[in-house]
Each structure stands twice: as structure tokens, then as C-alpha cells.
């Protein structure tokens, strides 16, 4: 049997794993701090391609056996899967050609995708979303990531650039996003956003105790499920502003299912009450009846099964 191999690149983490069978099922999983990847001292591709034999190796595959690669980026990539255009959370990707480049290193098919894409075709393939035609996935993390079912195949619009939730605008002239724009939905409710929260909540030396990336973000979740009154109110305008984003959706698009997920909507999981209640309120009164927000259930490998069934649709499609 032939494997696919996938690897989901967070702005922080990555997972590489490894997925067999039409099921499918996770066999192998591995994560690794991003920046240990790419690390700057070889091509991304190079570096991407070595990570990808190393944990062949570990778990005695043979790059043979696998049929090929689905990774997920979180940005923008080209329509063909080419080149990864702009990555906001982790700029050294921009511009590159991530797939090519990696596919000339391994002599295998290498296909990229918007990794909040993958996790839309791992929640229709594997997850929640199966057998259903309309859906959004929509994931709070480091940043704010999305991707779009519809008619019961992959939208990613003209430039490849479709379901960018996380940088429609939330607040006129508001906090300025690392896109350029000021107001993104990702300056409000993300990790990004609640790390601010938490530099103007908390002193520095409770933050830099924590000794990660996202302190503040970190702190303030602990502190809300400690009850601590502020933070609560903080996350609770956090969830607000995503439900303003979803009403956008659900009025414009329509779909019958929202899947939502990401470190801060696990972490925090009383914030999709608040946005199912902002939708409920704010939404066409025709939209509301069959409207689904559901939690993933595949959690942090939905992108994972994103990826093999990425690697299965191209592979298809190209013979």
C-alpha cells in the first residue's frame, strides 16, 4: 500500500505524517517547531524535503512507498499550487516555490494548498463536514484562517486568494494587520490579538515567565478559565468580533455547515457560544434555520487528512 504524506506548517508548529488507506488513518505524526525547519540555512525546499526523510526514516518508510505530498501553508498560494504568494504570519515564505522545489528534492509529487484549505477538505473528506455540500471551516489560531466548500468541491476563487476571513475588515481604521490593512478580523481574535490583550492586562514579568511566542494570548486564557474578570471580558469581545465575521459569512454565502477550530477556540471553547449567539441575532432571518456551527472533531489533524486528501484529488485529476 501506498502512502501519502502530509505536513500542515503552523506560523510555530508544523506536523509531518504520514496517512494510509482510502479510510483514511493517521499512521505516523510528528510535530516540530517550525523555525527548526525552516531554518535559513539551505533553499526551503531542501529544508522542507529533509524534515520530509527524516521522519521517513524514523518510522522505516521508504520514500517508494509513498505516492506523494500535500502541505498546507498558512497564506496565500497560487491556483496551480505553485508558488506560495504571501504568508503574513510567516514571511520567509513568500515568493517561494515551495512545491516545485520540494518535488525536484524528493522525485515525488509535491502539491500546496492554503493550509485552512486542507483543513476544509480534511472536515469534508474524514471529518464532520461529510456529505455535506455547502461549508465553511474556519480556525482561531496564531492568526485567523479559512476555507469554503461549495457544490461539494475545494473554492479558492480567481488567484487562489478566495476564503480570507481572517483579513476582512472588522473595525474602520482599526489596529494595523501585519497584511497591511488596518481593522482585520485576525487583529481581534487570534493569538496575535489576545498576545496584545495580554501586554496591557498583565506585567511583563508574568509574560516573559511563560517563555513562548504567544504569552500574552496563553495568559490571558488561563486567567479567564480562572475566572479572572478582564481576560473574560477580553476573550468575550474576541468571540464577539468573530461572530460579526461569521454573520458576513453566513449572509453572503449561505452554507449549510461552519466548522470551527484552532488553539484558541479549544483552549477557550465557551467563545463559540458567543459567536453562535451574535449569528443567531444578526443574521437574515432565512439563513438562520438550517445554519450549523459545529467544533471540529477532527481537531488539530484536520489539516493533516486535508493533505492526503489534497494528494488523492490531484493525483486524480492529473491522469
Known amino acids: ?24 488513518e493517521i499512521v505516523a505524526h510528528q510535530r516540530r ?13 531542501q529544508a522542507l524535503a529533509d524534515a520530509l526523510r527524516d521522519f521517513l526514516r524514523e518510522n522505516r ?38 512545491g516545485p522545489d520540494t518535488a525536484s528534492e524528493l522525485g515525488i509529487p509535491v502539491f500546496v494548498s492554503n493550509n485552512t484549505n486542507l483543513i476544509a477538505l480534511g472536515e469534508h473528506s474524514a471529518g464532520i463536514g461529510q456529505g455535506v455540500d455547502d461549508m465553511a471551516v474556519v480556525f482561531v489560531s496564531s492568526g485567523v484562517g479559512s476555507g469554503l466548500i461549495l457544490n461539494g468541491s475545494l473554492y479558492q476563487g480567481t488567484d487562489g486568494a478566495a476564503a ?13 494587520c501585519s497584511c497591511g490593512a488596518r481593522g482585520c478580523l485576525e487583529m481581534y481574535c ?36 480562572a475566572g479572572h474578570s478582564k481576560a473574560r471580558q477580553a476573550l468575550s469581545e474576541s468571540f464577539s468580533y468573530l461572530g460579526i465575521a461569521l454573520v458576513n459569512l453566513v449572509n453572503l454565502l449561505n452554507p449549510q455547515l461552519i466548522v470551527l477550530g484552532g488553539d484558541i477556540v479549544f483552549a477557550w471553547p ?8 451574535v449569528v443567531k441575532r444578526e443574521t437574515r432571518p432565512q439563513a438562520r434555520p438550517n445554519i450549523r456551527i459545529e467544533v471540529s472533531q477532527l481537531k488539530n489533524y484536520a489539516g493533516v487528512m486535508g493533505g492526503a486528501a489534497l494528494v488523492t484529488e490531484r493525483l486524480a485529476h492529473s491522469h
Open 164 to 176: 480570507e476571513i481572517g483579513h476582512t475588515i472588522v473595525v474602520q481604521n482599526g489596529r494595523l
Open 190 to 225: 487570534s493569538a496575535k490579538a489576545l498576545s496584545l490583550v495580554g501586554e496591557e492586562l498583565f506585567e511583563p514579568e508574568e509574560l516573559s515567565s511563560l517563555n513562548t511566542r504567544f504569552a500574552g494570548a496563553r495568559l490571558v486564557i488561563e486567567r479567564a478559565l
Open 61 to 98: 518508510v521508504e520514500l517508494s512507498e509513498t505516492m506523494g505530498v500535500g502541505v498546507g501553508v498558512p497564506g496565500i498560494v497560487s491556483r496551480d499550487g505553485e508558488q506560495v504568494i504571501s504568508c503574513p504570519n510567516l514571511h520567509e515564505l513568500d515568493g517561494t516555490w515551495l
Open 33 to 45: 517547531p517550525t523555525d527548526t525547519i525552516f531554518d535559513g540555512r539551505r533553499s526551503h525546499g
Open 1 to 24: 500500500m501506498l502512502y501519502r504524506l502530509t505536513v500542515y506548517v503552523g506560523a510555530v508548529q508544523t506536523i509531518l505524517a504520514l496517512v494510509e488507506g482510502s479510510t483514511p
Open 270 to 277: 465557551e467563545g463559540v457560544g458567543i459567536a453562535q449567539e
